[in-house]
């Protein structure tokens, strides 16, 4: 219990720190470090440090919602649960916690009272915050060194993204949904604006905040340059968004209709808030300069 109250103030400590890592001393890791990630980004970030032995349980949300593949490499054999509830994680008797800044505060609030240390990242609505999430995972889990690698290696992946910016000047690029039930925009600060920003293009919706509703008036008024979406589901091709933006006769004069600029990304990359937001800008940058024929 020492151990256990001693780690809980080290990550709280760090819970808002910057992406260099912490001059405070690394806990000693246990041996097999217990650690239960409770969202999708949460355990792709800890397989960057982290093996299937680390982990004791997962959001069943991974196995629908994640980029990677946690159907194998002996993430199979690890137990899910469906929701953010003390109950179903107390009873696992972590030794870590890895939660998001948007999860129920209750339930952070119950477990940190029963001595489970719990870490709360921040959503990687920049891509300096998902650094700093990382370094800080890194820092928490006594693996500096490997966190160090990981961001080594996503920075290089950004500026490559970096060296071809330049072609994609002035091309304003809106992500949206619409399923029939009404539109939505991804503005500032979301995962989306990140992605865009990766890669180069500018955000269409950027005078909006969050995710907004987006009628097909105030899309006309936008009139983007290109429309990114998402798939209809996991491994399926085509976009319910798209089909529906060219079937609606409101619509015949949206510029990307008329010359067929459309990004379909996966739903998994477009809702990315890991380090598969760096892969998410990689596809989007590729996919924008073919349907703009621009030269690579």
Known sequence: MAFRTAFLLFVLALAGCDRAPSNAQSPVAPTGLRIVPTTTAAA??????????????????????????????????????????????????????????????????????????????????????????????????????????????????VAALAQHRAQFEHVRALVYTNDGAGGLASGAHTTADTTLALAGLENAAAGLDGHAALSFEQLLGLDPDLIVTGARARGEQGSTTRSLIEAAPALAGLRARREQRFVVLSAELLSSDSQYLVDAAEKLQAEAARVLALPR
């Open 44 to 157: 792709e970030l800890l397989t960057l440090l982290a093996g299937p032995e680390d982990l004791l349980a997962l959001p069943e949300q991974v196995d629908s919602w994640s980029a990677q593949d946690f159907k194998q490499g002996g993430y199979e054999k690890l137990a899910r649960f469906p929701r953010y509830l003390a109950e179903p994680l107390l009873v696992l008797h972590p030794g870590l916690v890895v939660n998001h800044d948007w999860q129920a505060a209750e339930t952070t609030k119950i477990l940190r009272d029963s001595g489970i240390p719990v870490l709360t990242l921040h959503s990687g609505t920049s891509y300096s915050e998902l650094c700093s999430s990382l370094a800080t995972l890194g820092t928490v889990l006594g693996r500096e060194a490997r966190a160090q690698t990981a961001l080594a290696a996503l920075d290089a992946r």
